[in-house]
């Protein structure tokens, strides 16, 4: 890479003009990316150097040794919502100097209560990905909270392929931290398997890797067994600032430290560190170009609210008093907007007239862009105190840093954090007088060097749980047990109770049952709440408490369902009536009910007017959980011609994906032949109001109106009117495609080649064949296979929906299946029924003619255990074979194109009739 190339380039991105720092020209320096570990000050442009490096080399030079993706993971929704802001301002500068040729870069939010888009349905194009540590890591383990069982493999295989991560503000990720570490090990571990002479596999081409960013990072965090072989090399090259580029006005910076004890044993309401604010407020020494104004930060909700009381209480009367403000993380995002409109911004932070005391938590630990001129903390662990340092004097001049020390001498008393923590930086704080950048840095490279033990005990981790490469091995199945419940991992994304739903309230009438099923909550009408106190709040033992109205989402059958407690899992939003309480637009989250003293909800007369009344023109929320496949066919379309669209969008996609050859035919062939199950009468018989010259048609798109409006689309029976409930057609669709292969190469590799010798001793008996399948160009295709990439194509053709993947269960429906007078004693899987008869359809070969194949039965041979005589391998053998082969991220990643140009060409409104059919719609 040229260094005046990017310097150039860097220039015209940063709305200053800024010239690159030397670190954040290293960033962009490698013309391949790699991992990275890069520990650089607050305040100094980490945003700008990660996204410019990223932005300069995928987007502007189109270098594809550089990930598709930037996936940003942040602890914290605030956090998460400024990273937005800041990206989608640079996303925005670069697409206005792309030619039209270069493909534009989007830029999506992934959080609880965010509005769904359709990222998903790109993965050929660049794109920046910002999001919540819950809701990035959760679908990187294919457990994707708020979102569907069935889209969880596609956000999986997407996350896990062709992406950069960066794990941003590490030091607040507990546990998840370790998650990051664990994923990237076993795509690093997948990726040497698929490149060894071993595998047949096509070796990875467009691998992921993590960059772990902190002013904190300590390389010692990343070790663990399956990690250390590479994590060691990273330390010794990881980015930071030399000490002899140490120098200019940051580094200037002087922040005196002193530590003052109010145990909080004899301040049970906080009145006393309320009054330690206030004096050091009035006794802050005037900055040059800057307001007054002063920043305590403390550890729990609960003492933040008790300050900001009690300083409410103690300015009730007075004349020249501050402007008070609290923040935390159970607001509201619409009163967080408001935060950086008003007084979370440099420019009021420099008004000369701002007089102003924040009352804060950890949420102003990282990323807010605001500078104190005093800065009040109670004594945290040390990586935070750094943090929290950043946070005073961040634009020049000088601040009082003042550590509260609450005295704890119990676990208890120390929560949220490790007592053991919070006396190694009361230990610290007593070798310090300032928390300077300068200063800092300079006391840790000495205690590096001569008191190494002590700078590990300031920077300790021990995360509570450590996912296994055996347990990432078993999130690859997305099939519910039994009882229906999955692995849980939460424990792998964050530890303790601090796992929140997402609560909406509404203002219904008191005879409304539920909300509108068109309601939609708008993402800034949604509050963070702790799962264990909305429990309490809402619920006596597993009901809701009298009075308590609450609803949730049913994403199967479409409506708003009363609140079960089982309903409270992280990423849930839930809608409760406003009657119930629990907010104040002040305070945020409260919890209480309408009383003697309080109206539960409240509102400052200063706040601007809420939405809470149903908004039906709001997009489908992801929160909710729906699956993002909706389809909008205004025409009717045969099953041939849809299949050839959506193969001719993977032909642009693989190409522009850098595909290998036979990999971009391999997905040509699944997209024409992916919906030929449909020919099946169970699902032909739901499109009743068809045309009359449309009776023996096979279609797979019809318009809204044909369609059967029976309950939930249950498809009819084959051999009655009696409704077939469950109906999966890519079931059929994969049986067919065995079926063919049988009935014309029985001997091939991928059914029973390798088993002859069990043929010839009678272990397994050779089914008979059709000669009228001899002359049929797409069983040719499938003759041209071999075995692996045909165990691909019916994988892919399998999982088109994310419905049927690795088992093929009896669902409930199958075990109900009761037909009056039916002597066959099997029931069905998914809807099929052995000996099903699919009904002769047309299909496109590869070379775009038509090729028309015969009736054939469906067998369900390959869902038993063990070799079938008539398919050999059964189902579940071949996927274990396909995740050896290429690793269950790449295989999930190829199962997601399929689904992506589905999802894409079935939700565009079709330019032209069907060619397949006359201007009336039937047949031509």
């Known amino acids: 890479m040229s260094t005046d190339t990017y310097t150039s380039f860097f220039k015209t991105l ?171 090990s076993f795509r690093q571990q997948y990726v040497q398997h698929s490149a060894t002479p071993a595998t047949s596999a096509t070796p990875v081409t467009r691998p992921c890797f993590t960059w772990w960013m902190s002013a904190t990072l300590q390389p010692q965090w990343l070790e663990t067994v399956d990690s250390k072989s590479w994590v060691e090399p990273l330390a010794n090259s990881q980015t930071c600032i030399p000490a002899d580029q140490r120098q ?108 102003m005391i924040l009352i804060a938590t950890q949420v102003v630990e990282a990323g807010v862009d605001i500078s104190a001129t005093t800065l009040i903390t109670e004594l945290a662990p040390w990586p935070s105190l750094v943090q929290r340092a950043g946070r005073a004097a ?53 205690l590096k060097a001569h008191k190494p033990e002590q700078l590990k005990t300031l920077y300790p981790y021990e995360p509570l749980h450590l996912l296994t490469e055996k347990e990432s091995d078993e999130l690859f199945d997305t099939t519910a047990d039994l009882t229906g419940a999955d692995l849980d991992i939460s424990r792998f994304i964050r530890s303790g109770q601090e796992r929140d739903i997402m609560a909406c309230w509404l203002d219904l009438p008191d005879d409304a049952k539920s909300p509108d099923k068109e309601y939609r909550p708008q993402r800034n009408a949604l509050c963070p709440v702790p799962i264990y106190k909305a429990q309490k709040w809402l619920f006596d033992n597993n009901k809701l408490k009298p009075n308590c109205r609450a609803w949730t989402w049913n994403y199967v059958d479409g409506h708003w369902q009363k609140l079960n407690r089982s309903d409270c899992y992280p990423g849930q939003t839930i809608v409760i009536n406003k009657a119930w309480g629990g907010y104040d637009t002040t305070r945020g989250y409260t919890g209480e009910k309408p009383g003697k003293h309080h109206t539960g909800f409240q509102t400052d007369s200063h706040a601007p007017d809420t ?189 088109h929906h994310g419905k049927v993947r690795l088992s093929w269960p009896h669902t409930s429906h199958d075990q109900k299946y009761f037909l009056r007078g039916d002597t066959k004693t099997d029931k069905p899987i998914l809807g099929v029924r052995e000996d099903d008869t699919l009904p002769s359809t047309q299909l496109y070969s590869h070379n775009g003619t038509l090729c028309g194949i015969p009736t054939l039965s469906l067998h369900l041979e390959t869902a038993t255990i063990g070799l079938s005589s008539r398919y050999g391998p059964s189902w579940s053998d071949r996927v274990h074979q396909l995740k050896q082969q290429h690793g269950p991220f790449v295989l999930a990643y190829f199962e997601c194109l399929l689904r992506a140009a589905d999802i894409h060409v079935s939700s565009q409104p079709q330019q032209s009739p069907d060619p397949l059919l006359d201007r009336e719609g039937a047949q031509a």
């Open 248 to 355: 200019g006005a940051l580094w200037d910076i002087r922040k005196p430290v002193r530590v003052e004890c109010i145990p909080a044993k004899d301040d049970q309401q906080s009145t006393q560190l309320a009054d330690a604010i206030l004096q050091a407020h009035h006794n802050a020494t005037p900055q040059p170009q800057a307001g007054r104004v002063t920043l305590a930060i403390v550890n729990r909700v609960d003492t933040a609210t008790d300050v900001y009381a009690a300083l409410n209480k103690q300015l009730s009367k007075a004349t020249d008093k501050p402007t008070i403000h609290l923040i935390h993380s159970r607001f509201r995002g619409m009163e967080r907007e408001n935060w950086v409109d008003n007084f979370l911004n440099k420019a009021h932070c420099q008004n000369p007239d701002t007089h």
């Open 611 to 799: 939405p809470l009344t149903p908004d039906t023109a709001a997009t489908a929320d992801a929160a909710q959980g729906r699956d993002d496949q909706s389809e909008t066919p205004n025409q009717w379309q045969t099953i041939a011609t849809h299949g050839l669209e959506v193969a001719n969008h993977l032909n642009h996609l693989t190409k522009r994906l850098v595909l290998s050859e036979d990999q971009q035919a391999l997905f040509n062939l699944a997209g024409r032949v992916h919906d030929w199950g449909k020919a099946h009468l169970a699902f032909q018989n739901c499109i009743a109001n068809r045309l009359e010259n449309l009776e023996q048609t096979h279609l797979a798109k019809a318009p809204s109106e044909a369609w059967c409006s029976f309950k939930n689309m249950y498809c009819m029976d084959v051999e009655t009117n009696h409704y077939r409930r469950g109906f999966r057609h890519e079931l059929a669709s994969t049986l067919a495609l065995f079926e063919l292969l049988h009935q014309t190469h029985p001997n091939h590799e991928a059914l029973l080649g390798p088993y002859q010798q069990l043929v010839e001793m009678g272990v397994l008996k050779p089914m008979p064949t059709h000669e009228s399948l001899q002359n049929c160009p797409l069983a040719d295709e499938l003759n041209a296979l071999d075995a692996q990439q045909f165990n691909l194509l019916v994988y892919l053709v399998c999982t």
């Open 14 to 184: 940063t709305t200053q003009g800024h010239t690159p720092h030397p670190w954040q020209a290293q960033l962009a320096t490698p013309d391949a990316c790699d991992n990275r570990l890069i520990r650089i000050p607050t305040g100094l442009g980490k945003t700008d150097g990660v996204l410019g490096a990223w932005l300069y080399h995928r987007v502007q030079q189109q270098n594809h040794a550089w990930p598709m993706r930037l996936v940003w993971c942040l602890p914290m929704r605030v956090l998460a919502e400024q990273t937005y802001a800041e990206a989608l301002h640079l996303a925005k500068t670069v697409s206005a100097q792309l030619t039209n040729e270069q493909p534009r870069v989007n830029v999506h939010l992934l959080m609880g209560g965010a509005k769904a888009d359709a990222w998903h349905l790109q993965p050929h194009t660049p794109a920046i990905i910002i999001g919540t540590q819950d809701m990035l890591l959760s679908r990187a383990l294919n457990r994707g909270y708020a979102a569907s069982r069935a889209r969880w493999p596609m956000d999986y295989g997407l996350l896990n392929h062709d992406c950069l991560w960066v794990m941003d503000e590490v030091q607040l990720m507990d546990v998840g931290l370790a998650t990051s570490v664990q994923l990237q």
């Open 394 to 446: 961040r634009y020049g001049g000088s601040a009082q840093v003042i550590v509260i020390d609450r005295d704890a001498s119990e676990d208890k008393a120390a929560l949220p954090y490790a007592l053991p923590t919070l006396n190694a930086a009361r230990e610290a704080l007593s070798q310090l007088d300032d928390m300077g950048i300068a200063s800092l840095e300079k006391f840790e490279a000495e």
